[in-house]
């Protein structure tokens, strides 16, 4: 039987409830699927931050370093600024495990009214990649000066081993997916520097897969066409800074980004990846059990079909799926209900299959 460890870390605000959610469906898929997964569960958050001054242990990375993948929830809270919670847990996994992929499917779900009028499932359905370990989010720079005369520097930094590796990660994905066309967010009229190079290495790992489509539009523009004619994407790739705007954007127009997903992939497996609800801790709903669970639960299913397990994965989407589309289904407010976390959770449990 394939066994699976995996690290949790549920983290802040409504991570701590959504994540179990999480934990409960994938149990009884792998249950149901015959692979058994083992959930070791690491306190690490804001709260930990305020005890002891750091949000992770000086030895955090080496004990998650032997799991098979990290399951969690969100990380940042009122108290803790978010920079320091950010760079203090979240960056260090995403850097020091090579994470440099960050996928994240925009799908407009059955039952789920998007915001844009006319749009029904199947017209929104895309993928954004996203870099995400190096660009335009680095510590380089400085601020000097002080009053009026204060001048602030902040360096973006492309290698051309970290643009290659995920251009090329976005065309294998398209084949692999069988749709055979890239998107490139660029804004090389602007920046001078860094989007000219962008826009050179698109063009030449393109030409490595000369089955696939190719187009780019600058990001501004880029972003309104999200919002008016989503059905043109298939697969778009962009830098971290504008690949962090785009995969919100995305999920924003699928209607609610409590059920989005997203994975942070360390390709060649030399560590864990990361699997991740695209929502924060909202610490405006925290405590109050009426978290939707769904984006945690689906980032679950990301994490399964990374571990081989591509059957039970489709299980647990076509599960969201059924409850969503059942008109007696008991959902969160979030979509319109009065049902809470656990209320939901356990309609999803119901509707896998062999119960
Ligand atoms: P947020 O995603 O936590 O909340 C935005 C809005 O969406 C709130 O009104 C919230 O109630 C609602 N919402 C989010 N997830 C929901 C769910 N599952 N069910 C129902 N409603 C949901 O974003 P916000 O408020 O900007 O950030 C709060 C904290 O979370 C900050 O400290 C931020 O840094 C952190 N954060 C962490 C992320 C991560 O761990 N990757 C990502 C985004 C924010
Ligand atoms: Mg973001």
């Known amino acids: 039987m394939n066994r699976y460890t995996i690290a949790n870390i549920p983290g ?51 004990r998650l370093a032997d799991h098979d993948a990290i399951f969690l929830g969100a990380v940042g809270y009122p108290g803790v600024p978010d920079h320091v919670s950010l760079w203090g847990l979240l960056l260090p996994i995403r850097r020091e495990f090579d994470q440099y992929v960050n996928l994240r499917p925009v799908r407009l779900l059955p039952g789920i009214r998007s915001p844009l009028r006319d749009k029904s499932t199947g017209d929104i359905d895309f993928w954004v990649v996203r870099e995400n370990s190096e660009g335009e989010y680095s510590r380089i720079g400085g601020r000097t000066g002080t009053g009026e005369d204060e001048i602030v520097i902040q360096q973006a930094v492309f290698t051309r081993r970290g643009t290659d590796r995920i251009l090329r990660y976005a065309f294998d994905f398209a084949r692999k997916l069988g749709r055979p066309h890239v998107t490139s967010a660029t804004k090389s009229n602007g920046l001078y520097h860094s989007m000219p190079f962008w826009d050179e290495r698109f063009a030449a790992i393109g030409a490595e897969y000369p089955e696939i489509a190719t187009d780019q539009y600058h990001i501004d523009i880029l972003a309104a066409r999200f919002v008016m004619s989503p059905e043109r994407f298939d697969v778009v790739v962009g830098s971290n800074l504008f690949g962090d705007i785009l995969s919100d954007l995305g999920p924003g127009v699928t209607g609610t980004i409590a059920v989005a997903p997203s994975a942070n992939l360390n390709p060649p497996r030399r560590f864990p990846s990361m699997f991740e609800p695209v929502h924060g801790s909202a610490p405006d709903i925290a405590g109050q059990g009426i978290a939707n669970p769904i984006g945690q639960i689906w980032s679950g299913a990301m994490m399964l079909d990374h571990l081989g397990e591509a059957e039970a994965a489709a299980m647990v989407l076509a599960a969201i799926e059924a409850v969503l589309l059942d008109p007696q289904a008991d959902l969160t407010p979030d979509l319109g209900g009065d049902g809470s976390t656990a209320d939901l959770t356990r309609q999803i449990l119901e509707k896998l299959p062999g119960r």
């Not at 792998?30 to 306190?43: M, S, Y």
Request: with cysteine; glycine share 12%; hydrophobic share 40%.
């Open 12 to 62: 802040d605000g409504i991570g701590r409830e959504v994540l179990p959610a999480g934990v409960r469906v994938l149990s009884a898929v792998a249950q149901r699927c015959g692979f058994a997964l083992e959930f070791r569960d690491f306190d690490w958050s804001c709260e930990t931050y305020l005890a002891t001054g750091k949000m992770m242990p000086d030895d955090g990375l080496t």
